[in-house]
């Protein structure tokens, strides 16, 4: 059994399809193809149901699946102790974010990372929040930024330390009522139909739990955990915009009009890890350079 063939096999389950595990792994798909065909040969069974689109596990392939990703941890972490005798950081690790952090904070903290470390390679994830919440579960994630709400709901117990705080806005179309108020009252919000960032529209989110803390019953009518979806969706007068500042700095907001809202609400940022951080050397020098690079200008360090 080759190590190549179980990093294709979990490439394929991590990226959901042959097509995607093969430009992740700068492969062909035949060769991804060729490698997971080699290891249902070796063990005499299917590891994928390739009738069902998307792809997805047999019940062999699932009961294989913690083990070849225990072979690869046990592999690395080989690597890793070898080059911490040297004296050395090398190998991977994965940073979840979410797109207003990996667009404003993200890109500094990599800049100071490969320049101390070149020997690691650093692979992004950019997820909603339970999306990052998944890849840390699910280990295929050692890090993650996130809003630190709704907290992560894991019996892991990862750990985690505050980076900043920045305001919650309001986003309203160019003609509404409120466009160029120096600030809107959060009751104000009741009485609106919301575009709220998050990716289910459900009460486990920042925005939900940010209003209702307020007093203030929500009428969400779209959500979307992408920036300029959410200002397009306000530009065509589809309800008003409840979002982080961050997000707004990095879209075009021509068309808009960015409000404060008052009372002040917050979102607060942080960064969470796995526990031991897999017991990686790469892990733990993101972890510090994350924790040195300065916030995001416009936004209060909590650190």
């Known amino acids: 059994m080759q190590v190549e063939w179980l990093r294709a096999f979990l490439t394929v389950v991590d990226r959901g399809g042959f097509t995607p595990a093969a430009a992740h792994l700068y492969r062909s798909q035949g060769r991804v193809s060729s490698y997971i065909a080699a290891l249902e040969r070796e063990l005499g069974v299917a590891v994928f149901d390739r009738d069902h689109r998307p792809v997805r596990l047999t019940p062999a392939g699932a009961a294989f699946e913690p083990h070849a990703r225990s072979v690869l941890e046990e592999l690395e972490a080989g690597r890793n102790a070898m080059a911490s005798v040297q004296g050395l950081v090398r190998g991977d690790v994965t940073l979840a974010t979410y797109p207003s952090a990996g667009a404003s904070f993200v890109p500094d903290v990599l800049a100071r990372f490969s320049h101390d470390y070149p020997g690691v390679r650093v692979e992004l994830l950019e997820h909603a929040i339970h999306g990052i919440d998944e890849a840390l579960v699910h280990g295929r994630a050692l890090l993650a930024v996130r809003p630190m709400l709704p907290p992560p709901r894991s019996s892991r117990g990862f750990e985690h330390e505050s980076l900043w705080r920045e305001p919650m806005c309001l986003v309203v179309p160019g003609d509404h009522r409120l466009a160029g108020a120096a600030e809107a ?32 019953e929500p009428r969400v009518r779209y959500v979307s955990d992408q920036p300029q979806i959410l200002v397009g969706l306000v530009r065509a007068g589809l309800g008003l915009g409840f979002t982080n500042q961050l997000a707004l700095a990095t879209v075009r907001t021509e068309g808009v009009s960015v409000i404060p809202v008052a009372p002040r609400l917050y979102r607060e940022v942080g960064v969470f890890w796995a526990p031991g951080l897999g017991g990686s050397p790469a892990a733990s020098a993101l972890l510090d350079t994350l924790l040195a690079t300065p916030v995001p200008a416009a936004t209060v360090a909590l650190r």
Do not use: P
């Not at 009741?190 to 209003?211: I, K, M, P």
């Open 185 to 216: 009252a959060v009751g104000d919000l009741a009485h609106e139909q919301l575009v709220v960032s998050g990716q289910h529209l459900h009460y486990d989110t920042e925005a939900f739990r940010l209003l209702i803390k307020e007093g203030v």
